[in-house]
């Protein structure tokens, strides 16, 4: 009996023996560090006769503490492994995690924080041979200031038949979030980068094109040099299938007019390292205006020309021709006239784009037409509407202050260069809830883009929505086509008149609803729709087939359109039934930063926008601004 005692616990010791020897051989201890500790850990407990093994360089770091990617920028530097007193390693290749853009020490550098894995591939000279790992690691960590770190770190691995360590899942899980090298069994279908040298400037010009909307898109790039932190200007295409990221770097950090560019792509769904070969092209400014930023500005100009046309802007335009029919016959007058409109409403363009820029300076939400989501702005509407209205039905008789009388009110037909600019001013401001459909592209970007390219694109809309009065002003002669002043003159103002009252009872019902909204109780929901603030939608995606979600506004007027013609017409109603649609809405009457947030996601900053999702196309399909009935049904019968 007890001789097989001694028995069992001599195997029992060496049970323990050897799995003590397992465990040292899976994993080095941690280096010393207070801010941050190193160690290197094994998937197997042998090498299994594999010549290829990913062992796992892991990184635990402080709170608020990071460390460098391989192209940090400045005041950083990326880890160095030097591994040339091992044994029987034929080469080391270490694998890099997507990492992180972070502000430290002032600078913006590129990184990661808290805990890190880098997969290391190293390839065994001889399987049949024991493996002596031994790695001098230095690498860098900051947070209010910076500290180096070294570590030696040295891992035995026997040859022989293995099984799998403790580590083996993490260091498998850090091989799966390292970006992949080919577009293969992604949604993406295209990816090129180019450099361009402008002056004493070289741009590198990344594009990425995807089957689904690309959303969240971030880029990092490296070279052999190593380049500076840049944050790239990010625009999108109109369907956001193809988003476009230029970095701007000054002549002297691009040491080489050939190099090799490794630049990772992530967003929603993908991954990507792309290695690309770069040749320096030397190109002019205008040159260096892609296809597509020439399609924005002439988009812009386009757009803006098509708001006069629109039933928020005719009235005031044709106010204008009226103004005009019965003023002097002095070409000169007539000119300045229409000159003084046309700076009006350029002014109020590029007034608009300024506080634009400032409110997003602040890091606030901003959207096109969220100046009629301020009840003080609509009060403020309503009263100039009414004094618009008042003075061409003829009425004066209320005590009107002396200067408003005398620059506002007088008139339509005096020569007032205040009125004139006035005019042009007040014009732009009621295109706003009309414009989306027509400027909604050149918005989209210019809302993504340098405070300097959204100025200028703000200025190219309000140059288009000027051209008649700028055509008017340097060819005066043409007023002769006009049709001549007549008795005819006062129908047309009662007309136009009567137009502006309805905008006035339409901004009205805007402002009554405002003041609805104060008071929770007197909310009427529709029982067919899901408020888009108050459900799970990733939730409702998983659990419903097809998903229709109307973003909308009192003020939008194209929401409206959409609205009474298309998604509650009858035709529509009866297929949305009948394909079990769920229909989600978005009211953004008054602000709301979760629909705005929304919105940025699909890189849009105006309404309407409508977007269908189902379980086989989770990323969705974006409508068209101005909806027909026929893209409703073609949709649907797609995304099914």
């Given at each position: 009996m007890k001789k097989i005692l001694n028995i069992i616990i001599f195997f029992l010791i060496s049970y323990l023996s050897f799995s003590f020897q397992q465990t040292l051989g899976n994993e080095t201890e941690w280096s010393n560090g207070v801010e941050s500790q190193v160690r290197l850990i094994s998937p197997l407990t042998h090498n299994n006769g594999q010549k290829a093994i990913f062992f796992g360089l892991q990184y635990k770091l402080l709170s608020g503490w990071k460390t460098y990617w391989k192209s940090p920028g400045e005041g950083g530097f990326p880890q160095e492994i030097n591994w040339e007193f091992s044994k029987n390693v034929k080469n080391i290749e270490v694998q890099w995690p997507t990492p992180k853009y972070f502000e430290i020490l002032g600078f913006t550098s590129i990184g990661y924080e808290e805990e890190v894995l880098f997969p290391l591939k190293i390839e065994i000279e001889d399987i049949a041979k024991e493996t002596h790992i031994n790695l001098q690691i230095n690498y860098l960590v900051c947070e209010d200031i910076c500290i180096p770190g070294n570590a030696n770190l040295e891992l035995l691995m026997s040859p022989g038949k293995a099984n799998f360590t403790e580590h083996h899942f993490i260091i498998q899980k850090a091989k799966s979030l390292i970006p992949r090298s080919s577009l293969k069994n992604t949604n993406l279908i295209n990816f090129t980068s180019k450099a361009y040298e402008e002056g004493n400037n070289i741009s590198i010009i990344v594009v990425a094109e995807s089957e689904n909307i690309i959303q969240n898109p971030e880029f990092f790039t490296h070279s052999e040099f190593g380049l500076p932190v840049v944050k790239p200007t990010i625009s999108?295409?109109?369907?956001?299938?193809?988003?476009?990221?230029?970095?701007?770097?000054?002549?002297?950090?691009?040491?080489?007019?050939?190099?090799?560019?490794?630049?990772?792509?992530?967003?929603?769904?993908?991954?990507?390292?792309?290695?690309?070969?770069?040749?320096?092209?030397?190109?002019?400014?205008?040159?260096?205006?892609?296809?597509?930023?020439?399609?924005?500005?002439?988009?812009?100009i386009l757009g803006g020309m098509i708001l006069n046309l629109m039933p928020c802007v005719l009235p005031v335009?044709?106010?204008?021709?009226?103004?005009?029919?019965?003023?002097?016959?002095?070409?000169?007058?007539?000119?300045?006239?229409?000159?003084?409109?046309?700076?009006?409403?350029?002014?109020?363009?590029?007034?608009?784009?300024?506080?634009?820029?400032?409110?997003?300076?602040?890091?606030?939400?901003?959207?096109?037409?969220?100046?009629?989501?301020?009840?003080?702005?609509?009060?403020?509407?309503?009263?100039?509407?009414?004094?618009?209205?008042?003075?061409?039905?003829?009425?004066?008789?209320?005590?009107?202050?002396?200067?408003?009388?005398?620059?506002?009110?007088?008139?339509?037909?005096?020569?007032?260069?205040?009125?004139?600019?006035?005019?042009?001013?007040?014009?732009?401001?009621?295109?706003?809830?009309?414009?989306?459909?027509?400027?909604?592209?050149?918005?989209?970007?210019?809302?993504?883009?340098?405070?300097?390219?959204?100025?200028?694109?703000?200025?190219?809309?309000?140059?288009?929505?000027?051209?008649?009065?700028?055509?008017?002003?340097?060819?005066?002669?043409?007023?002769?086509f006009l049709p001549k002043p007549g008795i005819w003159m006062n129908y047309i103002k009662?007309?136009?008149?009567?137009?502006?009252?309805?905008?006035?009872?339409?901004?009205?019902?805007?402002?009554?609803?405002?003041?609805?909204?104060?008071?929770?109780?007197?909310?009427?929901?529709?029982?067919?729709?899901?408020?888009?603030?108050?459900?799970?939608?990733?939730?409702?995606?998983?659990?419903?087939?097809?998903i229709f979600i109307d973003i909308t506004a009192d003020w939008c007027a194209t929401c409206q359109y959409n609205k009474i013609n298309v998604i509650n017409s009858k035709e529509i109603i009866d297929v949305f039934e009948k394909n079990n649609i769920i229909k989600v809405k978005g009211d953004w009457t008054k602000p709301n930063d979760q629909i705005a947030n929304y919105l940025q996601k699909y890189n849009k900053y105006g309404i309407p926008f409508n977007i269908f999702y189902s379980k086989n196309n989770p990323a969705g399909i974006i409508l068209s601004e101005i909806l027909t009935k026929k893209e409703i049904l073609e949709t649907i019968q797609k995304i099914k």
């Open positions: 999108f295409s109109p369907n956001s299938k193809r988003v476009t990221a230029k970095f701007d770097y000054s002549k002297k950090n691009i040491v080489k007019n050939n190099f090799v560019l490794d630049t990772i792509f992530k967003n929603n769904y993908n991954t990507i390292e792309y290695t690309d070969k770069i040749t320096v092209e030397k190109i002019s400014n205008f040159g260096l205006i892609n296809n597509s930023m020439l399609y924005i500005f002439v988009i812009s335009l044709s106010i204008k021709i009226l103004s005009v029919l019965k003023s002097s016959s002095n070409k000169l007058n007539i000119g300045k006239s229409f000159l003084i409109t046309s700076l009006g409403i350029i002014s109020s363009f590029a007034i608009l784009a300024l506080i634009l820029i400032f409110i997003r300076s602040l890091g606030v939400n901003i959207g096109w037409g969220m100046q009629f989501q301020q009840p003080l702005f609509l009060i403020f509407i309503a009263i100039v509407l009414l004094i618009f209205s008042l003075n061409l039905f003829g009425f004066f008789e209320f005590n009107i202050p002396a200067f408003a009388n005398s620059q506002i009110v007088e008139g339509l037909t005096s020569n007032n260069y205040f009125r004139d600019f006035f005019n042009g001013f007040f014009a732009t401001i009621l295109a706003t809830p009309c414009s989306a459909p027509f400027v909604g592209t050149a918005l989209t970007v210019a809302f993504t883009q340098s405070a300097y390219i959204m100025f200028g694109i703000f200025i190219l809309m309000g140059l288009g929505m000027a051209f008649p009065y700028l055509v008017f002003s340097f060819f005066p002669n043409l007023a002769i009662y007309f136009l008149g009567i137009l502006l009252v309805g905008t006035l009872i339409w901004i009205l019902s805007i402002l009554f609803n405002h003041i609805s909204y104060f008071d929770k109780t007197n909310e009427s929901a529709d029982p067919n729709w899901i408020n888009l603030t108050s459900v799970d939608l990733k939730n409702l995606k998983r659990n419903n087939d097809i």
